[in-house]
């Protein structure tokens, strides 16, 4: 079983749609979890970082975690085209290494 | 927030021959600075831990002597792919950190490699 699962998708929805994105995770040592957005050929771009089973909101972007299911998502309202791209979850814990999901790929349509 | 920059972007190469990589901390000094690989429609594969002034720390797996990992100073780490084969064609990234935490990594856009 791999630490850390994620859908690969793609997953395509139409312009202005919340996209639910989410990973399920296996240790229950992990501590701090983040969403990376990586564009066709290009480096992954950091998101969203938290800490802790909650909310966390930046702009049209929301993150949750729920740790006593291992369970996290990233919500994102009124999606545009641009954001189209590969959402990578990514979850450690202090002096452990940062494991990534595999990432689902989102096509937004206009 | 931070840059990394990466070079070259892409890179075309014969077999047999060995292409280095830079990865570069442009406003911070990067304490470590990892190199992962990535295959088309995978998840990023941690291939080596960087620290400056000494030795990577590979994955298990990862050959050392086919990925050369050269830390030299805090804001420059080199990768040295040797004797290139066409299965070594990836997506090469390297990431860095400050260290006061390990998540907050900051990527460089990423190194095509392709092996003929």
């Known amino acids: 079983q791999k630490e850390v699962e994620q859908d690969p998708g793609p997953l395509s929805v139409p312009e202005g749609a919340i996209v639910s994105l989410n990973c399920t995770y296996s240790n229950s040592a992990f501590q701090y979890f983040m969403w990376y957005r990586q564009y066709s050929r290009k480096g992954p771009e950091l998101l969203m970082y938290t800490y802790s089973s909650g909310n966390k909101e930046d702009g049209r972007f929301t993150a949750q975690v729920d740790k006593s299911s291992k369970y996290i998502s990233l919500f994102i309202r009124d999606s545009q085209p641009s954001d189209s791209a590969t959402y990578l979850c990514a979850m450690y814990y202090q002096g452990g290494k940062l494991i990534f999901g595999q990432g689902t790929e989102l096509s937004v349509k206009p | 927030g931070a840059v990394v920059s990466q070079h070259p972007s892409w890179v075309i190469c014969k077999s047999g021959t060995s292409v280095k990589i830079e990865c570069r901390s442009l406003?911070?000094?990067?304490?470590?600075m990892f190199w992962y690989r990535q295959f088309p429609k995978q998840s990023l594969m941690l291939m080596a831990t960087s620290n400056e002034g000494s030795k990577a720390t590979y994955e298990q797996g990862v050959e050392k002597d086919k990925f050369l990992i050269n830390h030299a100073s805090l804001t420059l780490s080199t990768l040295t792919v040797t004797s290139a084969h066409p299965e070594d064609s990836s997506f090469y990234i390297c990431?860095?950190?400050?260290?006061?935490?390990?998540?907050?990594?900051?990527f460089g856009e990423g190194s095509r490699l392709t092996v003929l």
């Open positions: 990431s860095a950190t400050t260290g006061t935490n390990t998540g907050e990594l900051f």
């Open positions: 406003d911070f000094q990067a304490t470590t």
